[in-house]
């Protein structure tokens, strides 16, 4: 399973690029170099190809995608099952995630967009559970940073 993709195991979870896209896009605004959602769409989808090559990324996905597996067995140490299904606000870990993955991907900026899109919650953040809600808000929120600033960039 070495070549095994964050991608696909995205996709067996009924995570989708496509329904990355579409929630990243949301909460598009215009900006120099990304005027038009059909650019915006286009370098998105460039940068996140980007972005998900990177196996510390995919790591990083990967233990959200993990714990939220284990929160739906009900085997999350030190948590009851409830807290979890009803993702308090005293559970922070989900954020930390959220936001490491933001901010390995996007730096200070992606951390910024990362609480744009965790409060929003466009799209399919609405419908995942509450780590992997966390973690694709911090991987759109990495992406559309970078996105914007290399727009500006180049």
């Known amino acids: 399973m070495a070549d095994r993709d964050i991608r696909n195991v995205l996709k067996s979870m009924g995570i989708t690029e496509d329904e990355i896209v579409t929630a990243a ?3 598009f605004f215009p900006h120099p170099g990304v005027e038009t959602r059909e650019k915006a769409e286009a370098m998105f989808r460039k940068e ?3 972005a998900l090559s990177d196996p510390n990324l995919a ?3 990967y233990a959200g995608v993990l714990l939220e597996s284990e929160g739906a067995r009900a085997n999350l140490p030190n948590l009851k099952p409830s807290d979890y299904e009803n993702d308090l606000t005293c559970l922070i870990a989900d954020e930390v995630l ?6 390995y991907v996007g730096g200070y900026k992606g951390l910024f ?3 744009r899109y965790d409060k929003a919650k466009p799209g399919i953040l ?5 780590f992997m809600d966390d973690v694709i808000a911090g991987l759109i929120g990495g992406v559309s940073a970078n996105m914007y600033t290399r727009a500006v960039l180049d």
Not at 98 to 103: D, F, I, N
Not at 126 to 130: E, K, M, N, S, V
């Open 59 to 61: 790591l990083l996905i």
């Open 25 to 27: 896009l949301e909460l």
């Open 126 to 130: 609405a419908r995942l559970g509450p």
């Open 113 to 115: 967009d990362y609480v």
């Open 48 to 50: 996140m190809t980007l």
């Open 98 to 103: 959220g936001l490491s993955v933001a901010k």
